[in-house]
């Protein structure tokens, strides 16, 4: 395995660079791909050297096909990565999170790609019919951003079908971590060190907060392993959280002033979602150890 050379696309983002730092640490070769839109090259200061950045984009098939070349294995991370943004830039959503990824499966195929790891989203469930939610849950998305997800997955299966590509999908719950913004965790904490109110949404919403790191021993444990094609897998905790019990646990566990505002809740926002981990074998971080270490690096 470790002779292979891994690319992962949307690795100066979030999740994708905390992946290439763990594949650096153990001496993968890897090749980073990011178009810089939402990722930086200061997410992978640690590893510069390390790892080989092309700045590309996935919605140019030249780009992208281009940078596979010599490639074993892909994660697929590079995304508009959240509702909101789905919102404010629904052109970019579905040309990057559809289009872009038929772009990278194409490639996949075109340089017959041992392993394909894609990266979803519990939002491709919307609303759940029951908790905690199975691989087999109906899909029904509320938002654009959902949507965009189930749109990647199918053309993930249609390749897996008919051109045989070694296709796992991964859907993910709220992940959380250094490096994360734009996200209610990041928000909260930028207020918490300025003594500003957390706003909250209706409050009542349930979900299951995911440490960033448990997110990348899996992607990297789908990748050693032998899952079979074709594999889903929800990834999450199992723990269901309040966003209004998450506000308050953040207050007390900083030295912060805010107080908690309630707002009316958002049309676009899904009432809960807790993953069904029974399927995982993993063990994760609890969510009060996690909100405590990101408040001590954000002080």
């Not at 919605?59 to 294995?73: E, L, W």
């Not at 269901?240 to 019990?245: A, F, K, L």
Request: contains cysteine.
């Amino acid at each position: 395995m470790k002779n292979n050379k891994i690319l992962i696309t949307g690795g100066a983002g979030f999740i994708g660079s905390h992946l290439a730092d763990n594949l650096a640490a153990k001496k993968y070769d890897i090749c980073v791909f990011d178009n810089l839109h939402r990722g930086s090259l200061e997410n992978l200061k640690n590893i510069e050297g390390k790892i080989k950045f092309v700045k590309g984009d996935i919605r140019d098939y030249d780009d992208i096909n281009n940078a596979m070349k010599n490639s074993d294995i892909v994660f697929h991370l590079a995304a508009q990565p959240n509702v909101i943004g789905s919102i404010n830039e629904p052109d970019y959503t579905f040309t990057t999170n559809v289009l872009g990824t038929l772009n990278v499966l194409k490639a996949a195929f075109e340089h017959k790609i041992k392993k394909f790891i894609f990266t979803s989203s519990r939002e491709v469930y919307g609303d759940p019919k029951y908790t905690p939610v199975d691989e087999k849950h109906p899909l029904n998305p509320k938002n654009l951003y959902g949507k965009t997800k189930v749109g990647s997955e199918i053309l993930c299966s249609y390749f897996r079908q008919y051109f045989n590509l070694d296709a796992i999908i991964i859907r993910i719950a709220n992940v959380y971590g250094p490096r994360d913004r734009e996200r209610v965790i990041p928000a909260f904490i930028d207020n918490l060190k300025r003594n500003r109110d957390l706003t909250v949404y209706g409050g009542q919403q349930i979900l299951d907060f995911i440490w960033v790191g448990d997110v990348i021993g899996f992607l990297v444990r789908a990748m050693e392993n032998k899952f079979d094609t074709g594999k889903i897998f929800n990834l999450g905790t199992g723990i269901g959280t309040t966003i209004m019990n998450l506000a308050s646990l953040m207050i007390s566990l900083s030295s912060s002033k805010s107080k908690i505002i309630k707002e009316e809740k958002r049309a676009f926002d899904v009432e809960s979602f807790v993953a069904d981990v029974k399927n995982l074998d993993i063990k994760t971080k609890k969510l009060e150890e996690g909100l405590k270490i990101l408040l001590s690096i954000n002080k």
